[in-house]
């Protein structure tokens, strides 16, 4: 009878009083995993270096390894470009394109989440595509956060929800961004003003940023973040006022309403919420980290990219309820976790 994949976690036991040895608390224990078969073994991780392991194209497509057994993939790399390895074509660091394979059937639901700036402002501006096994796009992302990442620093990562129509070979090429094929990159007479990459041939595009990013993949699984737990206030520390002020400004910054409004004649129109955050009393020098609720779904209505945030004041995350057991989708209340000093 199969038992799947376990996994066994050895670890030493606290010596008696009589003992003539102690144990290292930070190395004490050892874990390994048990299969059926050796198809059912894990993947190795996958690691970018300095040398750009990762294949350009389809041709050179590195494996992920994902499959039903091995549902969850994590890659730590980087867009860097090729300079040591005279047997493939010489790119530089924007020219690189991180091209990876995956084996889908019919009706699998793939998600990709790239996390690079979320890390660091000195992470690449990313861009995520997936290609079929003829090189046509079938998918792709520039500025979209996963779904438990809504409201959360950096404006530029990628993520898509990926479902096959048939069975076969798929290709995630991960570029930064202005090395992509997209609509707003396109003039009225079809010329583009960028130059995206083909998947068939490497450093063929240009993009205009590099470095390292995590790409998150996994098959068939549904989000698992749960309800933000909000901590009970202890009534101590300073107190926390907030006031909002709703306005909408036409592209010359000029008011036009002291509202939010959700459709206006001209598209470069803005509409934007102001919160102002007032503290009386000490702020620790640590920080304090304010919760922000709201009865509504706010990604039905706000950009759920990283807000705007004035010196003082860092937006960490969104507020979710737990409606996401429900469905599985995550609805953001509010930001959270503002750090005044």
């Keep these: 009878m199969a038992e799947g994949t376990e996994e066994a976690v050895f670890t030493l036991l606290e010596p008696g009083a009589d003992a003539n040895y102690q144990v290292n608390p930070e190395a004490n224990s050892g874990t390994f995993t048990i299969v ?7 993947a190795e991780p996958i690691t970018d270096s300095r040398f750009d392991a990762i294949g350009d194209t389809i041709a050179t497509a590195t494996a992920t390894g994902l499959s039903v057994a091995n549902s969850m993939v994590t890659i730590e790399a980087a867009i860097n470009g090729n300079y040591f390895d005279s047997s493939r074509t010489i790119t530089d660091n924007t020219e690189d394109v991180d091209m990876y394979s995956v084996d889908l059937s019919a009706g699998d639901v793939l998600r990709l989440d790239v996390d690079a700036q979320i890390n660091s402002e000195e992470s690449p501006d990313t861009v995520l595509q997936v290609f079929d096994a003829d090189g046509n796009i079938v998918a792709q992302s520039d500025d979209d956060f996963a779904p438990d990442e809504l409201f959360a620093p950096g404006r530029r990562d990628s993520y898509i929800e990926f479902t096959p129509e048939a069975d076969g070979t798929y290709y995630v090429g991960v570029s930064s961004f202005g090395n992509g094929s997209f609509d ?39 989000p698992s973040s749960a309800a933000t737990e909000i901590p009970a206030s202890t009534g101590e520390g300073p107190t926390v006022s907030i006031a909002a002020t709703p306005a909408t400004y036409d ?91």
């Design 251 to 341: 592209s010359s910054d000029n008011l036009i309403a002291n509202a939010l409004v959700q459709y206006t004649p001209e598209r470069r129109n803005a509409s934007i919420l102001t919160v102002g955050i007032d503290v009386e009393g000490e702020i620790p020098e640590e920080g304090i980290e304010a919760y922000l609720t709201s009865d509504i779904d706010l990604s039905s209505i706000f950009s759920t990219r990283s807000p705007f945030s004035s010196e003082g004041k860092d937006v960490q995350s969104a507020v979710y309820d737990d409606r996401w057991r429900r469905d599985h989708k995550l609805y953001p209340r509010a930001c959270c976790g503002l750090h005044g000093r």
């Design 36 to 42: 059926e078969t050796p198809a059912d073994a894990p």
């Design 184 to 222: 707003f990159f396109e003039n009225d007479d079809g010329t583009l003003r960028n130059s995206p990459y083909d998947p068939n041939v490497a450093g063929s595009g240009s993009g205009r940023s590099d470095g390292p990013y995590t790409l998150n993949l996994s098959l068939n699984e549904a």
